[in-house]
């Protein structure tokens, strides 16, 4: 079974900051990327920021300069750090892993994401 536990949501002001964890299981860490993606209502999911086993980051442009993903290996957790937040960040959170073993994946091909945490809600205000 998947383990994807997000927290750290919650409410913020303007220019503000959150903090989102995403507790996985060793088996999830493990999967070649681990990601973070929003949604608005009324709006598709998109992606946030990915980071694959080789540690390269990727970030949506929307986010890019305000927003870090990291991960703890000894803790099998991955963060999103974001300052600056603005009102147009408020949406749900989701945790997201590629299930690919990173020990088998050849090269640093594109992340692509298979299952999704529950999410934590961010809500921005002016």
């Known amino acids: 079974q998947v383990q994807l536990v997000e927290s750290g949501g919650g409410s913020a002001q303007a220019g503000g900051s959150l903090r989102l964890s995403c507790l996985t299981s060793t088996y999830e860490f493990n999967g070649y990327c681990l990601g973070w993606f929003r949604q608005a209502p009324g709006k598709e999911r998109e992606g946030v920021a990915d980071?694959?086993?080789?540690?390269?980051?990727n970030y949506a442009e929307s986010v890019k300069g305000r927003f870090v993903i990291s991960k703890d290996n000894a803790k099998n957790t991955l963060y999103l750090h974001m300052d600056s937040l603005k009102p147009e960040d408020t949406a749900m959170y989701y945790c997201?892993?590629?299930?690919?073993?990173?020990?088998?994946?050849?090269?640093?091909?594109?992340?692509?994401?298979?299952?999704w945490g529950q999410g934590t809600q961010v809500t921005v205000s002016s």
């Open positions: 997201a892993t590629d299930p690919r073993r990173a020990a088998l994946v050849v090269g640093q091909p594109r992340c692509n994401f298979g299952y």
């Open positions: 980071i694959n086993s080789d540690g390269r980051t």
